[in-house]
């Protein structure tokens, strides 16, 4: 359970996040999503306790800037937008930094980094060095780490978070969906799961819980057909939008409707 | 892989196979072992070897079992009073060197970073200097308060001023510029550089030989004496380096990310910048700029073992411990029976290593 009353963060005289008042449950997939420099990757900063921020942040009702950083790493995990790896690590070593803090058992470790690495579905490349992978599995492999630190979704009887920032930016399709299938999983099984997406459709598809994110305030916030609706997303992304049924199943589709005449609003 | 450490452990399959999985923890364990019976090998050797020639084993056991017959009186004293020092100052300086060296380059995430290069050497020698010239004049009061520890102090706070001032210059929103950090150095150790000419100036014709001497790196003055004013710094700080290795290897993934892994990184880079300045001030302090061990004794363990600073580290107190040693036995070698500053050749050695590092990996600079 996450809740965030009141966020406020300022970098020297922007003022990013203005006010958010957010909450995300355990066993539900939320998504922020919103337009480049709404605000989102800043949120999620705050919401992990990375940056300062004024308001209050509570994860499983304890305030987290009264946390340790090393209780913080027991209760949430955080994939960042990028990560940087400044020395000839091996995939496997990669991962298994995501065992970083308290004592372990190294053949516990060794077998979790191996579940980790299976799923996401880069079982053979755990010999490999991390900076001869593509884009996409470099990215799978940080998931990979992620989920080697926070593995088992509620622990000690209180649900984990885990909080994705544009996990799937650098993914093929078919891996797109298999790791957000995997956040899911996470949140179904007790988890608390916090993604920021740009793809509209697989917010769609995935989301338990949307909210929309517009000049550092919650636009709208609720269920994904509440909030994915053509008149929101116009107002918010400033170009037409259409919504509508995929042709089988419960899915919805969002499109942008670009016709010759349209005319697209400077942000 | 290199095919020289397939080769190394060619008969021991399980550990061939775990490093194939990615996982060369075991590969690292095995390389430590060696390198530690390296060490009291070379350290046996840098014994045994000098104007007297008596053989290292006869020297190592007449000392382990006390009997005299096998080494005379002469050989005993020299042994004990001018080798012994000269052998266990030059371990745990290369050691310092080494480890300090690794510190700060998984501090700064980048292989370059060594307190040689980017000015903290050179910032702890303005330190000592000016405990050299005006330890007896305007210093005297404080210099009388440490003792024996005053010039290793003061290379302390030298070396402590100018790492804190590199990071803050380099690093900027939690990311380290390699070029700003190089570039930062170069000002730094030009700035210091500055004053270190000014106490040379001052200098009387007895200090200046001092700081001469001293500038060029040498073990060839060690004494117990300064063995003690330095052990206690420099052995803690290698002994509880491994303690660092956690938070070390999550800052290679970047400031937020050792956040996100539980380490408290402002408390932590504090920790790292002092433990750097203090051994490498205390290594300055005794034998003066010996430069390159810290850059070229990570880069080849790395190679062999690996990042990860859980085994880097104590691979690094090692292997540095047997690098200073050997650059002490072709110092004294090669010109002999006078002998050259070690600093020149751990220079000849590391300098040229540095451009081969840069030569194999252009697009550093753009990290």
């Known amino acids: 359970m996450l809740q965030a009353s009141e966020v406020h963060v300022r970098f020297d005289s922007a003022h990013i996040v203005k006010g958010v008042d957010i909450a995300a449950n355990p066993g539900e997939f939320t998504t922020i999503i919103g337009p480049n420099g709404s605000g989102k990757t800043t949120l999620l900063r705050a919401l992990t306790g990375e940056i300062k921020f004024d308001g209050t942040v509570l994860m499983n009702g304890y305030d987290i800037r009264n946390a340790k950083p090393r209780d913080l790493a027991t209760w949430r995990g955080v994939l960042p937008q990028s990560a940087q790896l400044s020395f000839p690590f091996t995939v496997h070593e990669v991962v298994r930094l995501g065992l970083t803090m308290g004592v372990h058992d190294p053949e516990r470790d060794n077998e979790r980094v191996k579940e980790a690495l299976a799923a996401v579905d880069m079982s053979g490349f755990s010999g490999r060095f991390y900076q001869e992978l593509s884009g996409g599995e470099a990215q799978r492999v940080q998931l990979a780490r992620v989920l080697s630190q926070v593995w088992e979704p509620v622990f000690d009887g209180r649900p984990r978070s885990l909080f994705l920032d544009e996990p799937i930016s650098s993914l093929d399709i078919k891996h797109q969906i298999q790791i957000l299938s995997l956040a899911l999983d996470y949140a179904r099984r007790g988890g608390t799961v916090i993604a920021v997406l740009h793809d509209l459709n697989l917010t769609a598809h995935f989301s338990d819980h949307v909210i929309l994110l517009n000049r550092g305030q919650v636009h709208s916030d609720g269920k994904p057909k509440e909030v994915l609706t053509a008149q929101n997303l116009e107002q918010v992304y400033g170009c037409p939008m259409a919504v509508g049924a995929v042709p089988r199943g419960q899915d919805f589709f969002v499109l942008p409707e670009i016709t010759a005449a349209t005319n697209l609003e400077a942000s | ?367």
């Open chain 2, 1 to 367: 892989m290199s095919s020289t450490d397939l080769d190394l452990r060619g008969t021991l399959d399980g550990v061939r196979a775990s490093a194939a999985r990615g996982d060369r923890s075991a590969v690292a364990r095995l390389v430590i072992f060696i390198l530690a019976i390296a060490l009291a090998v070379a350290g046996m050797f840098s014994l045994g070897s000098g104007a007297t020639d008596s053989s290292a084993l006869a020297v190592t056991w007449a000392l382990i079992t006390g009997d005299d017959s096998a080494i005379t009186l002469v050989e005993r004293i020299v042994i004990l009073d001018i080798r012994a020092p000269r052998t266990v100052l030059g371990i745990i300086v290369g050691a310092s060197l080494a480890v300090s060296g690794a510190i700060m380059q998984g501090l700064f995430r980048n292989p370059l970073a060594d307190p040689g290069i980017v000015g903290v050497s050179a910032g702890a020698g303005l330190g000592a200097s000016s405990f050299i010239v005006l330890g007896s004049g305007v210093l005297a009061p404080i210099s009388a308060f440490f003792g024996i520890y005053d010039v290793p102090f003061a290379a302390f706070i030298g070396g402590l001023v100018t790492t804190f001032l590199l990071y803050r210059v380099s690093t900027q929103n939690g990311r380290t510029s390699v070029a700003t950090m190089l570039l930062a150095g170069i000002a730094l150790g030009a700035l210091t550089n500055a004053f270190t000419g000014l106490l040379v100036f001052w200098a009387d014709d007895n200090q200046l030989r001092d700081l001469n001497f001293w500038g060029l790196g040498s073990v060839a003055g060690a004494t117990w004496l300064k063995f003690w004013a330095v052990a206690p710094i420099i052995l803690p700080i290698i002994i509880l380096a491994p303690m660092m290795a956690k938070g070390l290897n999550a800052m290679t993934l970047g400031e937020a990310t050792a956040h996100h892994l539980g380490v408290n990184v402002q408390v932590f880079k504090r920790i790292a910048i002092v433990a750097v300045a203090a051994s490498t001030g205390a290594a300055v302090a005794v034998t003066g700029g010996i430069g390159f061990v810290g850059i070229v004794v990570p880069h080849l363990l790395r190679l062999l073992i690996g990042p990860d600073h859980r085994y880097l580290l104590p691979a690094c107190a090692l292997l540095g411990g047997i690098m200073l040693l050997f650059a002490d036995a072709i110092a004294r070698q090669i010109v002999a029976p006078a002998e050259l500053p070690i600093g020149i050749v751990t220079a000849t050695i590391g300098a040229p290593f540095f451009l081969w590092i840069l030569l194999k990996r252009r697009g550093i600079l753009d990290m």
